[in-house]
C-alpha cells in the first residue's frame, strides 16, 4: 500500500502484517481498509501513516466460503459490507448486506434486511470502491436495491435486497487489466466531520 502526503517528494510504504489492503472507504471522518480476509483496518494518516487492525468477532456470514464476492461501502451512518456468492450473478443470484456495528469491543457485524431509502452501486471490477446513493427516486432510481452494470446489455441493473435475480442476465464479477487507485484526499475528511 502506498500512500503520497501532500508537499511530499515520494510516497510512504506501510502495509499491514497480513498483506496488502484491497478496499479503502472514509466513514464518519475515518479512513477504513479491508484486505482480502475481510480483516478491516483503521487507516491513521497523521501524525505519520500507520495501519491498524481492528479488532472484529469472526463471522461465518461474510466469510469468502459464504461470499466470494464483498466491497465494503460508507453508507450515511453505517459501515456496510455488499456481497454476493459466486462470480458469476446470474439468476437467482441474492446480494446481503451486513451492518459493521462499532460500538461493541470487538466490532460485530450484523445483517442488514433492508436498505431503507439508500442504494448501493458496485462496479463488476471488485476493485472498484463500491457507492452509496440516499433517496435515489428523485433521479429516477430505487431505494434498498444494489445496482450493477451490465457489460452486455451496457445498462445498470437493480437487485432489490434480498430478492434473487430474475431475468436472463449474466455478469461476471472480476477484475480487468487495469489497475483502479483510490484517493483519499483531506477535503474528503474534512467534509465528514
Known sequence: NLF??????????????????????VFKGRVFGMDSDRRIFKVHLTPQISIQELPVIESSMISKRNLSNAWLVACGDMLLLVGCRGSIVVS??????FRLDLSFEPALWFKVEKLEHWA?????????QA???????????RSNCIYCYNHESERWIALEL?????????????????VQPM??????????R
Open 4 to 25: 503520497w502526503r501532500v508537499g511530499s517528494d515520494s510516497w510512504v510504504r506501510c502495509s499491514t502484517r497480513h498483506g496488502h489492503i484491497k478496499q479503502i472507504v
Open 92 to 97: 437467482g443470484v441474492t446480494f446481503e448486506v
Open 120 to 128: 448501493i452501486f458496485i462496479s463488476t471490477d471488485k476493485r472498484s
Open 131 to 141: 457507492l452509496s446513493c440516499m433517496n435515489p427516486e428523485i433521479w429516477g432510481g
Open 162 to 178: 434480498g430478492k434473487p435475480l430474475q431475468g436472463d442476465v449474466f455478469i461476471f464479477m472480476g477484475c480487468d487489466g487495469k
Open 183 to 192: 484517493w483519499v484526499v483531506p477535503s474528503m475528511l474534512s467534509l465528514c
